[in-house]
């Protein structure tokens, strides 16, 4: 059975990975969360790494054997340092949430007061949630964007720093459209005498290739995704300051996980080679051109922008204008085969559930060396959606046509073993 593939072992499987195959194939992903992984990356995460344990570090692991995956993560390690020109990086940590947890208990002792970007004005569970480890394990403080601007009111947050004396702020978002000025964090830090973390999950590929100003400089701690822009592995990394290193690397291990994934380790050293090339950078100037189109064409067929635009990959569509919620629009827009989410705008009367907003992201789509012209027309079939979908079934189905069309002249390289 070692010799069999899927089709052979699983055939049931086999169908499921087919079909979500030709989902991907003929439809356009819209969620600013995801892309598309390289081959390579994806053959790194099937590579025979996947076979061994390796608890510990390199030079310091529990067994034996690990010759070559010393080698591995230390290359993943320099490469990482040498793109985020990092003092110090951990490749092992499994998750966002995971790099942000092992973070927190490397840093902070329970009950120990958090100040972050309020989770319904675009913030991560992981910045306190109260049904988050993080709300409940530490003592979690909000700041909120300006009501009328809904951008970062960075006299607000100092404010409200100095009233908490918090023992860390962090700074990041998963659905904030505009630049974060991570100079003016580290000096509200420095003023109230707390650690800086940054959580640059969603950017992290803007930030590699200076397409968004760099947190590294001013953070004590930088944690970060790597399936997102950065187009690798599903997995994450801890960036920080050499003097927080021992207290990171204990905090992931043995803090909050045990064996690594070294054939994720693997893919996240391929994804940073990817990184280091001149057409990655490229790539992620074209997100934001690309967004930035897909916002122009938002605002002129009368949708409303949470602060009017962008400055990097994702936009924030506020519905209450269209009379639509946004669980109805992301369904009706996947219909089409415009696959979005449903998202909390700031002040948001709605539940998590219903929303009165959804999130649109270029990465994905930009992959697929797409340009403006296809953002322009993007932006008229999520028009054409909202306005005249939900009334009239033809209409979707002749949208999911034209988007597989679309798709057919932008393909994904994706493919399935015999």
């Known amino acids: 059975m070692l010799n069999h593939t899927i089709a052979q072992t699983d055939p049931q499987l086999n169908t499921i990975l087919r ?22 990356v994806m053959n790194a995460m099937g590579s025979i790494f996947t076979n061994k344990y390796a608890e510990g570090y390199p030079g310091a692991r529990y067994y034996n054997g690990c010759e070559n995956y010393d080698l591995l993560e230390n290359l993943a390690i320099e490469r990482a340092k040498d793109v985020f020109h990092c003092e110090h990086v951990n490749v092992q940590v499994h998750t966002g949430s995971q790099a942000n947890m092992a ?23 992981t910045h306190g949630k ?8 530490y003592d979690p403080h909000f700041y ?14 100092l404010d409200k720093a100095r009233q908490v004396r918090p023992k860390l702020i962090v700074a990041g978002a998963s659905a904030y459209p505009r630049i974060i000025d991570f100079q003016k964090f580290r000096e509200i830090a420095d003023e109230v005498g707390a650690y800086l973390l940054a959580d640059i999950a ?27 822009t950065l187009r690798g592995p599903r997995g994450a990394m801890i960036m ?4 927080w290193a021992k207290r990171i690397d204990q905090g992931v291990f043995p803090g909050v996980q045990a064996g690594p994934l070294m054939q994720i380790v693997a893919a996240k050293a391929v994804c ?12 992620q100037r074209q997100i934001v051109r690309n967004c930035q189109a897909l916002a122009r064409a938002l605002l002129e067929e009368g949708f409303e922008l949470i602060t009017g635009g962008t400055d990097n990959h994702l936009l924030l569509v506020d519905l209450h204008n269209k009379d639509i919620t946004g669980r109805e629009a992301a369904d009706l827009l996947e219909a089409a085969g415009l696959v979005c989410n449903k998202n909390l705008i700031p002040n948001d009367e709605r539940s998590a559930v219903e929303t009165s907003g959804i999130r649109l992201g270029t990465p ?12 322009l027309q993007i932006g008229k079939w999520v028009s054409e959606v909202v306005h005249i979908g939900r009334e009239d079934e033809a209409v979707l189905q002749r949208i999911r046509g034209e988007v597989a069309d679309m798709c057919a002249q932008f393909p994904i390289y994706l493919e399935l073993e015999p």
């Open 144 to 157: 909120e964007l300006d009501p009328e601007t809904y951008l970062i009111d960075y006299d607000q947050v």
């Open 130 to 137: 109260k049904r988050n480890f993080s709300g409940q394990w």
């Open 19 to 40: 079909d979500e195959l030709e989902r991907q194939r003929t439809t356009l992903m819209l969620i600013p969360s995801e892309n598309y992984a390289s081959r390579a």
């Open 364 to 375: 994905a789509l930009t992959s697929r060396d797409m340009r403006e012209p296809e953002m």
């Open 202 to 228: 969603h950017i992290v590929g803007l930030v590699a290739a200076g397409s968004h100003p760099d947190p590294v400089p001013y953070c004590d701690v930088v944690t970060s995704t790597t399936h997102k």
């Open 240 to 243: 920080s300051k050499q003097k």
């Open 103 to 125: 973070a927190y208990y490397a840093l902070l002792n329970y009950g120990d007061r958090i100040l972050a970007m309020s989770v319904d004005h675009g913030g991560h569970l």
């Open 272 to 283: 940073f080679k990817e990184a280091q090339s001149f057409g990655f950078r490229e790539y």
